[in-house]
């Protein structure tokens, strides 16, 4: 602790708490929603414009899967900041 004082040390740690998995929700809701949109605008594109429709489409499956990526692994890294001595219990 920086300061002696144990409250104002733990108060922004309870609010982690209670946002984190507010944030995993959010998360989880807005990538197939923003995949979806995207996906009908594909859809819809000018039969002249097929070509660039694939080049959107990977561009989307890329973002899609970062996303998804970013929605596991940011409560994975906010519970090994809770607890830090898990991995030390599991591995032995």
Known sequence: MASARRTL?????LATMAIVPAIFLVQVT????????????AKSAIPA??????ELLWILEGTLLTQ???????????????YPDYPKTVIG
């Not at 807005?30 to 605008?41: C, Q, R």
């Not at 414009?49 to 694939?54: I, L, P, Q, R, V």
């Open 9 to 13: 040390h733990t108060q922004p740690g």
């Open 30 to 41: 807005i990538v197939p929603t923003t995949y979806t949109d995207y996906w009908e605008l």
């Open 68 to 82: 998804i990526d970013i929605a596991f692994l940011f409560p994975a890294l906010i519970a090994l900041l809770i």
């Open 49 to 54: 414009n097929e070509g660039s429709e694939t």
